[in-house]
């Protein structure tokens, strides 16, 4: 396995909304470009049946494969190694038509319905292909701005999204908003027509490639909460921004601090009206613990399968064993039955991303100590803890899954 291909089983959750219409493999080499500019003048083409649909996805990740072209399965957070493998993917996977496939057709998507989106993700989980560049562009990025954004700011960001060309980073965690994210200090002032940004941000995924992030900053000081918050769509290449990696315990450099100063941004990079930044960024949260659906199953079963298969004489550990695989179909049944939204979208995470790091330790024991010198198994290792941090701790989604599906008294607010 490629060292950074491990966490394809870490977080493959982030498949949140998948989507739709897909042209025929034997369409690949026509120009999307062409079929956009012309789709008002052409007949409506029938969208293709989902057999049509897998068989053709199936065809191109074969071939891609083969050919070695594809970029490996890496879950939520692309490896800072993987960079360039992926840009090229996207732009690659864009040209074929399965990128945006649920996105309007005149933002360079397909205008089909999710369901297509998720038949896709279905069959780069069974090929171990990495669907889309990045969670924070293709998902979370991409996603709120269909939902919030201008026709103006939908056309200006998402085709260079789709096709590989923009690469986005979350700018949303602070020295002193994780968690609580609502305590976040970074400042926008309005400045005439631009905003003025102060303040550190840290935890950033791929923030060091990224040409633009999603921030939240505090627009109304006089409220200390949610209320004072908007959402920004911040070019990373502006004066004023400073981006420093930091190595985690794996080695690998994935993400950032970033420091804001005097950042001005154009009032029209505001995403939603102004103070009313919140709401858009819980939708964004949702998407970052959103559910797998079929394709997490794929992996999941995989996963499983890969346990059951482990070979050890210590009857602690197959104890341990059996009880990890006795959580995986659980968690197999919850991600059959989740409807969606936020409280099923936090039992998902938060059942998977234990689940994943317990397995990592009993994997560690079963090895012994060799298993500790390196490799593979123990950068996933090492990796695990973060995958139960990311996206929300595994506490707060058990205040969410406790306030929200148990209907249990809800946890004191300051
Ligand atoms: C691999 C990785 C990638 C990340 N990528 C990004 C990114 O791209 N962009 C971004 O903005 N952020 C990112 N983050 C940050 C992540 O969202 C935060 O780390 C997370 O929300 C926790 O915040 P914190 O680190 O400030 O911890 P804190 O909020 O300080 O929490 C510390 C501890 O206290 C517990 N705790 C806090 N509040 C409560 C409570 N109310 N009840 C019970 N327990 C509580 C927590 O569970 C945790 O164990 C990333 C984190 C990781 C690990």
């Known amino acids: 396995m490629h060292r950074s291909a491990r966490r394809a089983i870490a977080l493959d959750i982030a498949t949140a909304g998948s989507v739709a219409y897909v042209r025929h493999i034997d369409e ?40 070695g072209d594809h970029c490996p399965a890496f879950g939520a957070i692309m490896p800072p190694a993987l960079h360039d493998r992926a840009r090229a993917w ?59 954004g201008t026709d103006a700011q939908k056309a200006r960001y998402l085709p260079p999204t789709l096709s590989g060309e923009i690469l986005w980073c979350q700018l949303f965690s602070e020295p002193d908003a994780g968690s609580d994210l609502a305590g976040l ?36 000081p006089s409220d200390p909460g949610h209320r004072g918050i908007s959402f920004f769509l911040l070019d990373m290449s502006a004066p004023g921004v400073g981006v420093r990696p930091l190595t985690q315990m794996t080695g690998d450099q994935e993400f950032c601090e970033v420091f804001l100063d005097d950042v001005s ?10 103070h009313a930044g919140w709401s858009v960024a819980m939708e964004v949260l949702q998407d970052e613990r959103g559910s797998s659906g079929a394709s997490g199953l794929i992996s999941l079963e995989r996963r499983l399968a890969h346990l059951a298969s482990l070979q050890g004489d210590d009857p602690v550990l197959g104890d341990e064993l059996l009880r990890l695989l006795v959580r995986g179909h659980a968690l197999k049944s919850v991600l059959l039955r989740s409807g969606g939204g936020a409280a099923s979208a936090s039992a998902a995470k938060l059942l998977r991303t234990e689940l994943e790091f317990d397995a990592e330790l009993l994997e560690a024991s079963l ?6 010198l390196g490799g593979d198994a123990t950068d996933r290792l090492l990796y695990a803890p973060g995958m139960k941090i990311a996206g929300g701790s595994s506490e707060i989604q058990r205040n969410i899954i406790g306030e929200r599906i148990l209907g249990l008294p809800r946890e004191p607010r300051p």
Request: glycine content about 10%.
């Open 185 to 220: 200090t970074t400042r926008a002032v309005r400045d005439g027509d631009h905003y003025v940004l102060n303040g550190q941000k840290v935890w950033c995924s791929n923030g060091q490639f990224a040409e633009y992030g999603i921030a939240l900053a505090r627009t109304d």
């Open 265 to 274: 941004t154009p009032a029209d990079t505001r995403l939603g009206p102004e």
């Open 90 to 148: 996207q732009r690659r996977v864009h040209e074929v038509g399965f990128a945006g496939i649920h996105w309007p057709v005149e933002y360079g998507g397909r205008g089909l319905d999710r369901s297509y989106t998720a038949v896709w993700a279905e069959e780069c989980a069974k090929a171990r292909a990495q669907p889309y560049l990045n969670l924070q562009g293709l998902i979370l990025a991409g996603e709120a701005i269909l939902r919030s």
């Open 367 to 372: 090895r012994g100590a060799d298993g500790m």
């Open 28 to 67: 690949h080499d026509h120009d999307p470009q062409h079929d956009q500019h012309d789709h008002h003048h052409q007949p409506v083409a029938a969208p293709p049946t989902h057999e049509e649909f897998r068989s053709a996805a199936a065809s191109f990740l074969a071939a891609s494969i083969e050919a």
